[in-house]
């Protein structure tokens, strides 16, 4: 066993070594903002009860809605869904047998990246300003 | 030693040869969502900030209701499915039961509050 080379076989790759590729990484995205969407549901559909309970309960989860907590509950909310729908529409896209070349599925996954960031933003000024 | 037959140790834990179905449902839910996405955020983003009454009223109308109803049974429905495909990749046998039985029950609740609230404010505001 004393003439077996230990120091420089090739390794497997290790997720603390190994840069994930863009798609990997947008791929992880879609299932954590898909999951982590129950937040701003759950807010909003608190509110929605709330409205119908009674006006101490709808002042209560109005100010939560309100409130700079409701504030970033709500825009990482919108984010996430706009991320979402974005790598679901792409899922569409690769279900047709598309956008499956590595080069390709790159490029789709930071215009699913800008795009999340981009039509949040829009989101908010049409809030804020419309 | 273990009293179980080999068999029964794999069973659970391959194709149930159902799995399309879910894989279907999530593509046709989700062409739905991509419409009901902007125009739910269209409408919470119009609701937000009304006082008391007018929100009420707000949701009395067909189109926020409508929207709201839509996206949040077609989307908890999506959601059910997505949370099992999360649930089959890193849960086994008893915690797997668990969690889907978690995440059914759970979403079904989430439908039944919104869906209660919409059809309250609707009657109030025929009330009205």
Known sequence: MADVNRGNRPLSPHLQVYRLPMAAVTSIMTRITGHALVAGILLLVWWLV???????AFAAADWVVRSWIGFIVLTGSAWALWFHTLAG?????????????????????????????????????LFFFA | MRYITPRKAAQGLGSAHSGTADHWFITVSSCALVLLVPAFLLVIGNAIGLPHPELVAYFG?????????LFIVVGMV???KGTRIMIDDYFQHTARKVAIIVSVVFSWAVIAAAV???????LVTFAI
């Open chain 1, 50 to 56: 709330a409205a119908v309970s009674g006006p101490r």
């Open chain 2, 116 to 122: 209660f609230a919409l059809a309250k404010m609707t």
């Open chain 2, 61 to 69: 109308r067909p189109y926020p209701a409508l929207i709201t109803a």
């Open chain 1, 89 to 125: 529409i792409r899922h569409l896209f690769y279900d047709s047998g598309q956008l499956l070349r590595i080069e390709e599925a790159e490029r789709a996954s930071w215009a699913i990246i800008i795009g999340s960031v981009v039509l949040t933003l829009l989101s908010l000024i």
């Open chain 2, 78 to 80: 999506h959601f059910i």
